[in-house]
């Protein structure tokens, strides 16, 4: 049982480089979300997603994009790296919108 | 401003001892709190939860306490194992706990010593 996977786990980009961080969920859940979580800081929610086709910012929105063309997928897209955005992504789904937040592993990013 | 405070970066207790993890919140529309933890390269799962309608759930050897008028949450584990060290996040949401309104602590790495 997979569960919540994520890749690349790893990832080294230059400044003004494009990169897509994907996002898989076998558990059939509605609710996919992205976070960054960055040392001596909480989880802070980037975007998410309601449903397939859906998605909504969170509270760290800007230099993201998401979509959800698949239920099962959930892609997260850094148009222009910049230093700002190194950081470790989870990814994380959940049944409802209220209950127990299922998390991947995990990608580091580093924007040199 | 930090509206989930768990103002311990870090705790160390005894196999077998009670451990008891803090965390204040702020924001006073907060009616649903968690407790995630975080081992090493992995992702954060779920530990417990609760509503602000109760004062205390408890599951096995963890227990979280809230105290609504103090904005105080607390989470013991006893006994306390060595599996247990881990940084333990808190959470908290003002939707009834709807996920996408969840701020999360900084946390609290736990080590639980043989």
């Known amino acids: 049982n997979a569960g919540v996977t994520q890749t690349p786990k790893f990832r080294v980009l230059k400044t003004g480089q494009s990169m897509t961080l994907l996002c898989a969920q076998d558990m059939n859940h509605e609710y996919m979300y992205w976070y960054r979580q960055d040392p001596g800081m909480g989880l802070r929610l980037i975007h998410y997603s309601v449903g397939e086709g859906t998605t909504a910012k969170g509270e760290v929105p800007d230099g993201y994009n998401v979509s959800r063309l698949k239920k099962q997928n959930f892609l997260l897209g850094l148009e222009s790296a910049a230093p700002s955005q190194t950081s470790v992504y989870f990814c994380?789904?959940?049944?409802?919108?209220?209950?127990?937040?299922?998390f991947g592993e995990g990608s580091r990013l580093t924007v040199l | 401003d930090q509206q989930v405070k768990q103002n311990s970066p870090s705790l160390s207790v005894q196999e077998g001892r009670i451990s008891i993890l803090n965390c204040d919140y702020t924001n006073s529309m907060f009616d649903y709190f968690l407790w995630y933890k975080k081992y090493p390269a992995e992702g954060p799962t779920f530990l417990i939860s609760i509503s602000s309608i109760k004062d205390k759930n408890e599951d096995g050897r963890f227990t979280v306490f809230l105290n609504k008028s103090a904005k105080h949450l607390s989470l013991h584990i006893v006994p306390s194992q060595p599996g247990d060290s881990a940084v333990y996040f808190c959470a908290a949401s003002d939707s009834g706990g709807s996920n996408y309104k969840l701020t999360f602590g900084k946390g609290t790495l736990l080590t639980v010593n043989p």
């Open positions: 994380a789904s959940s049944q409802s919108t209220i209950g127990e937040l299922f």
